[in-house]
């Protein structure tokens, strides 16, 4: 059974950076094809790809974000981090982070999600 | 690398059948089959619908189906139930292996 849960701060501060914990079960990011992603979804708007990464470390981000973004996994914990730096409102958003389970782009399985406010 | 354009909203009647439209271009939609569509509820986290263009996953009813014709990819909701009211969103492979996701589609069921 494979889940996923996000974790993090639920307010930062315009400027600030921001650094989100996805937890996972269930699979492991060392298997061959599988990747972990993060997405996000402004209140009452369309969701938007931020990262990817791969079992074998390959890292992937939005063109539109690249400069601001990090994405990083510890096998041994299970963990994906992702790190956005220079936090603004229009960054106010709920983060998924979702499994991609062979390298085809569909996400199959979703954490709950974390809202994020960003406000001074 | 634009988001996929679908249509603001559709509706049906129940047992009628629904089309959602997700139209890109040849970079991203028309040039690979890595489609997938997601069905949203209110609060609730995106669930895959569909994978690669049509495939579905295990437990997704066979009502819904998927498939694509040059740039533009569609999901087609059959014999449609009030449970069905939700966001759909499609998703495409872009190159360079990053997604794009679509603007998302609210389906109503009258």
Redesign the interface.
Known sequence: QITLKESGPTLVKPTQTLTLTCTFSGFSLSTSGVGV?W?RQPPGK????LA?IYWDD?K?????LKSRLTITKDTSKNQVVLTMTNMDPVDTATY?CAHDPE??????Y????TLVTVSS | ?S?LTQPRSVSGSPGQSVTISCTGTSSDVGGYN?V?W?Q?HPGK????MI??VSKR?SGVPDRFSGSKSGNTASLTISGLQAEDEADY?C???AG?????????TKLTVL
Do not use: N
């Not at chain 1, 992937?60 to 539109?64: I, V």
């Not at chain 2, 986290?45 to 895959?48: D, E, G, I, R, V």
């Open positions: 992603g997405i369309a969701l938007e790809w990817l390959d992937r981000y939005s063109p539109s998924y390298e085809d782009f569909s996400f199959d979703w954490g709950q999600g | 690398q988001a890595y997938s997601y949203q986290a995106p669930k895959l994978y690669d996953p969103y998703c495409s492979y360079s292996y990053t997604p794009v996701f679509g603007g998302g």
